[in-house]
């Protein structure tokens, strides 16, 4: 469902993916894991267009993925993405941050669209937080809120970018334990992360960047007890 | 004392009342007006996908903001006319003020809209929101509150700037002021009162603004 050919970018002179190429087929979890600066940020990025790409092509369900155009909006409402930083909407609690989407882009009746935002609140174990503003809510419950914002579009690809790296460490179990029912429950995701434990127990694949390159890519047991290239050996033991 | 009373009628004081009136129809005019000027302007200095509306907009804001209000003021009330263009007065005296204004206010629209943390302009984007939505349901809660401030300070100042349309001969507050101490001799009475009711237009917005401030910040 989703496709990559040969994606270069540049920030400037700055060569950040080069040549990056691999699919992802439905109910797949990728995991892609690397040093800061190794481009697997910038991928998932490009992904839903939030950078455009100068070469190469990123296709989502057949259709071309350009940033800046009209129609990558709809490209965006198939596919979810989390951020490091949660980046909820300051001025709306839980339950607005979740229905405004589904309210404005989907034009679901108010009623609707709060039965959605509550069921997906719910589904993340926040249900009595449903009017709390994001400053009133933990930094576990408010990435668990930017999931469910996610998931209320009913996405069929689900981006998380380094979503527990901003978490203070007691608070990344319960974020991380959403994602992994969400993996199970067959959704389709790209999770670029540096939590290994969850990428052996979770991943189905897992890519490995080092300087904007695809370096290696296997199977999660794979990569972690048999890690045939230099740099992934190395960083996997820089990581345990 | 008592002589200052019998040259001070209470005409005198429906002149200075009237004059404060002429002051405040400026003021709302060029706030009302120059607020949507202000809003094209900020869009523009902002524009994502078309950029090139950047640098005119950017023009405009630094010929008005580099040059006296006083000089916007003469060109347009005296230029006009040598152009031809007979406006009425208070058309004459709102348009410096207006554009005066859309400069300023153009400017804290800009920054508020640059308030907002791009990560939330991406949040929007990921749901599916238009440049449009997400300048209408993300930028726009915290950019306002953002603004009040600058926007409050900026009108104060406008109150006050619209006496300069006094040079020109325009009758508002401080022009109607300069009459009655010409003929009543009673200058610092005068001016005392046309200060205390500048003072009276100015405080209340102070004091709205602050009120505004505080009743935002619940939310946040």
Redesign the interface.
């Known amino acids: 469902m989703l496709k990559l050919e040969n994606v270069h970018k540049w920030f400037g002179s700055l060569h950040v993916l080069k040549g990056v190429s691999f699919e992802v087929s439905r109910g797949e979890v990728v995991v892609v894991i690397g040093r800061s600066g190794s481009g697997k940020s910038t991928i998932l990025r490009c992904i839903?267009g939030?950078e455009p790409i100068q070469q190469g092509r990123i296709e989502v369900d057949g259709d071309p993925v350009e940033a800046?155009s009209r129609q990558v909006?709809?490209i965006?409402?198939k596919?979810?993405?989390v951020?490091q930083?949660f980046?909820?909407?300051?001025?709306?609690t839980a339950l607005e941050n979740v229905s405004?989407?589904l309210k404005?882009?989907?034009k679901k009746p108010a009623a609707e669209a709060r039965a959605i935002a509550e069921e997906m609140l719910t589904r993340v174990g926040l249900s009595d937080k449903l009017e709390a503003?994001p400053?009133r809510l933990s930094g576990g419950q408010q990435q668990r809120v930017?999931i469910a914002?996610?998931l209320a579009?009913s996405p069929e690809l689900m981006l998380f970018d380094e979503v527990t790296s901003a978490l203070d460490p007691e608070l990344v179990g319960e974020v991380l334990k959403v994602m992994q029912d969400l993996a199970e429950g067959g959704m389709t995701m790209i999770v670029v992360t540096h939590e290994m434990g969850f990428a052996r127990k979770v991943g189905d694949r897992v890519l490995f960047f080092h300087e904007g390159e695809i370096v290696e890519q296997g199977h999660p047991e794979q990569i972690f007890t048999t890690p045939q290239h230099d740099n992934l050996r190395t960083f996997i033991q820089s990581i345990l | 004392m008592p002589e200052i009373f019998i040259a001070f009628s209470y005409r005198d004081i429906l002149f200075l009342l009237q004059g404060a009136l002429v002051t405040i129809a400026l003021c709302a005019m060029a706030a009302s007006s120059g607020l949507i000027l202000a809003l094209a302007i900020g869009l523009m200095r902002t524009a994502q996908r078309f950029r090139f509306l950047r640098w005119p907009a950017g023009i405009y804001v630094e010929i008005f903001r580099g040059t006296p209000l006083l000089m916007q003021i003469f060109i347009a009330y005296f230029g006009l006319s040598i152009l031809g263009l007979n406006l009425p007065r208070f058309v004459a005296m709102s348009i410096p003020l207006i554009l005066y204004t859309g400069a300023y206010m153009g400017e804290i629209v800009r920054a508020g809209i640059e308030a907002v943390p791009r990560g939330q302009r991406e949040a929007g984007l990921s749901v599916g929101m238009t440049y449009g939505q997400l300048l209408r349901y993300i930028v726009t809660p915290t950019a306002v509150r953002v603004m009040i401030p600058p926007s409050v300070g900026f009108l104060v100042q406008l109150v006050k700037g619209t006496s300069l349309a006094y040079v020109v001969g325009y009758v508002e507050l401080t022009r109607a002021g300069y009459i009655v101490s010409q003929s009543t001799y009673a200058t610092m009475l005068v001016f005392t009162l046309v200060g205390t009711i500048y003072f009276g237009i100015c405080y209340p917005l102070s004091l709205a603004s602050q009120r505004l401030e505080i009743r935002l910040r619940r939310h946040a």
């Open positions: 839903n939030l800046h909006r709809h965006r409402e596919v979810g993405f951020f930083s980046n909820l909407f300051p001025y709306y405004l989407a404005i882009v989907k503003y400053d930017a914002r996610a579009m």
